[in-house]
């Protein structure tokens, strides 16, 4: 399973368990359109009624940089719950998360 492929799935039962979500794709083009610390912002933000989780998605062998790390720290830090999904995660974990929130 591909970053793409889980992204998709991820996003599907997501909307099927109720959860607003947004993904934001890189740019098209080498300019980024993101600003201020917005480098390395979680793949997913996921809320449903006062719940709010971000994750980060990678495949199999995909490692979180620096920055993409900082975010997932700010948001716990913050009291919201962040995650690392892999396609491992699909199964069990992924779900176990969303239906459990």
Same mark, same amino acid.
């Given at each position: 399973?591909?970053?793409?492929?889980?992204l998709t799935a991820v996003?599907?039962?997501?909307?099927?368990?109720?959860?607003?979500?947004?993904?934001?794709?890189?740019?098209?083009?080498?300019?980024?359109?993101?600003?201020?610390?917005?480098?390395? $912002?979680?793949?997913?933000?996921?809320?449903?009624?006062?719940?709010?989780?971000?994750?980060?998605?990678?495949?199999?062998?995909?490692?979180?940089?620096?920055?993409?790390?900082?975010?997932?720290?700010? $948001?716990?830090?913050?009291? $919201?719950?962040?995650?690392?999904?892999r396609p491992a995660d699909?199964?069990?974990?992924?779900?176990?998360?969303?239906?459990?929130?």
């Open positions: 399973m591909t970053e793409d492929q889980l996003l599907a039962l997501a909307k099927n368990l109720g959860w607003r979500s947004l993904h934001i794709r890189p740019p098209a083009s080498a300019r980024s359109t993101v600003q201020g610390d917005g480098k390395g $912002f979680p793949d997913l933000l996921l809320i449903r009624g006062s719940e709010i989780l971000v994750a980060e998605l990678k495949d199999a062998t995909g490692r979180v940089d620096p920055r993409q790390r900082a975010w997932l720290n700010a $948001f716990e830090a913050a009291g $919201f719950p962040a995650y690392v999904w699909w199964l069990w974990a992924i779900p176990s998360v969303l239906l459990g929130h």
